[in-house]
């Protein structure tokens, strides 16, 4: 399974836009790139999942460069209650009964 | 539809003893899969089931064991527990084995004295 890396924790202010970058040099070309949240003393939470270029839902924003080994999650106008735990996982989809490897994450603090 | 649920939400138990933590997927799920956090090691995965069948397991002592019904409920035992075993026990559930989103419940919380 791909490893990846991210900054350990980020800092930012109420209404900024945030990106957080994730490197996956090894990305197997069946890998997809997912973000999870998480939550003090609760469980991950799914935030978005891409393959390539640019995918975004209500929540967040993920962009996915040609070479695909790294990708950032962009959180527009995080707010106090985007402080949080946030994953890249990179994991095979579609070949199916793949273990989730989780890393260590990024911890984002907003501030007021 | 439900989300994950697990039992008990918190534990507390000593050295040497057994344990068994139960999960109930979200409804129409047949993937369940379990993790251990600790504030050191982080989310590492412990094993999935999927259909009654383990499919995957992680790098923990045999001391780890888990199973899954016909309902797709899943349990978790550990058995003669260690001080280090004291983390929260996640379980999380999707849909089938091929996707990569998954709908995690709220945690166990054991503690070993």
């Known amino acids: 399974l791909a490893k990846t890396t991210q900054p350990i924790s980020m800092d930012s202010y109420e209404g900024q836009e945030v990106n957080i970058t994730c490197s996956h040099n090894?990305?197997?070309?069946?890998?997809?790139i997912t973000w999870y949240q998480q939550f003090p003393s609760q469980g991950p939470r799914f935030i978005i999942q891409?393959?390539?270029t640019k995918v975004t839902n209500e929540v967040a924003s993920l962009f996915i460069p040609a070479d695909r080994k790294s990708s950032t999650l962009s959180l527009p106008r995080v707010s106090l209650s985007d402080t949080a735990v946030y994953y890249c996982?990179?994991?095979?989809?579609?070949?199916?009964?793949?273990?989730?490897?989780f890393g260590t994450g990024t911890r984002l603090l907003v501030s007021p | 539809k439900a989300g994950v649920t697990q039992t008990p939400r918190y534990l507390i138990k000593t050295r040497g003893q057994q344990v068994t933590l139960s999960c109930s997927p979200i409804?129409?799920?047949?993937?369940v899969s379990w993790y251990q956090q600790t504030p050191g090691q982080g989310l590492q995965f412990l094993f999935e089931?999927?259909?009654?069948?383990?499919?995957n397991k992680g790098n923990f002592p045999g001391r780890f064991s888990g199973r899954q019904f016909s309902n797709s409920r899943s349990e978790m035992n550990v058995s003669t527990l260690e001080l280090g075993d004291s983390a929260l026990y996640l379980c999380?559930?999707?849909?089938?084995?091929?996707?990569?989103?998954?709908?995690f419940g709220p945690g166990t919380r054991l503690t070993v004295l």
């Open positions: 999380a559930s999707r849909q089938d084995g091929y996707s990569n989103e998954q709908f």
């Open positions: 090894n990305i197997a070309t069946n890998d997809y």
């Open positions: 891409g393959y390539k």
């Open positions: 996982l990179v994991a095979p989809g579609g070949t199916g009964f793949q273990k989730l490897v």
């Open positions: 409804s129409g799920h047949r993937s």
């Open positions: 089931y999927f259909s009654e069948t383990q499919r």
